[in-house]
Each structure stands twice: as C-alpha cells, then as structure tokens.
C-alpha cells in the first residue's frame, strides 16, 4: 500500500515565490529519484467554517502562524516505506543536493515551525 511522507511548515508570505522555486525543483529531484507523486500546497482557506458546529484546531493555530505568514501542507507518495527510504537515500547522495553552493542557503520558511512524519496509508480511493 502507498506510503507517504506529510510536511506542515510555515512561509512568510513575502517567501512564497521562492520557496515555490525550491519545492519545483525538490519536487523534480525526488520524483527523478522515484517518488510516485509530490505536492506542495500554499494555505488558502485556513479557518474553514463549513465542518458545522465540530471545534477544530487549524494549521495556523497549531504552527503559530502570524499574520505575514502562511502554512504550506505538502507530501511525497512512494510504493512503500522501504521504497521511501531508497528514493530519499538517492535523493540525498545527487549530486544537486551536495552542491557546494548549496551548502549554506537560507530556507525560505522557518525551520523551527515544520512538522514531518511517515505514514502508511489505510485508505486509497
């Protein structure tokens, strides 16, 4: 069953354009690599209020948005766990990734507000 890895991470809004710039070309290097499927989506409607009277906790209230802040929910999907940890592990060795001028560049988003985890799916429609 398919196996994905899920982000939640924090991007001032004046970033988007770059940090788009850096997940285009994450995106083609894992999909290279293997990755079945890689998404990367900018918050668009961060207080739903159409779940009916249900209190949710929203992504901006979980990661402490502020208000020149937006939350980016992306995710990589793989055949399997082993899949995921072979794709990531050529990922990581290209030689893209081991750039020199790579080395110190500055993220566009806060790395103190990202959440990552692996997941196996139970349901696939």
């Not at 083609?28 to 906790?57: F, I, R, T």
Request: proline residues 5%.
């Amino acid at each position: 069953m398919t196996y994905v890895d899920g982000f939640v991470l924090v991007v001032k809004k004046k970033n988007i354009s770059k940090y788009k710039k850096m997940a285009q070309d994450g995106g083609k290097l894992w999909k290279k690599h293997g990755a079945l499927e890689y998404l990367e989506c900018v918050g668009d409607d961060m207080n739903p209020s159409n779940m009916g009277p249900v209190k949710l906790l929203t992504f901006p209230k979980m990661t402490k948005t502020k208000s020149d802040e937006t939350v980016i929910f992306s995710f990589i999907t793989y055949e399997s766990r082993k899949h995921r940890d072979e794709v990531n592990k050529r990922v990581m060795t290209d030689p893209v990734m081991n750039d020199p001028k790579n080395k110190n560049m500055k993220m566009p988003f806060d790395m103190k507000k990202m959440a990552y985890g692996g997941f196996n799916a139970i349901v696939n429609l």
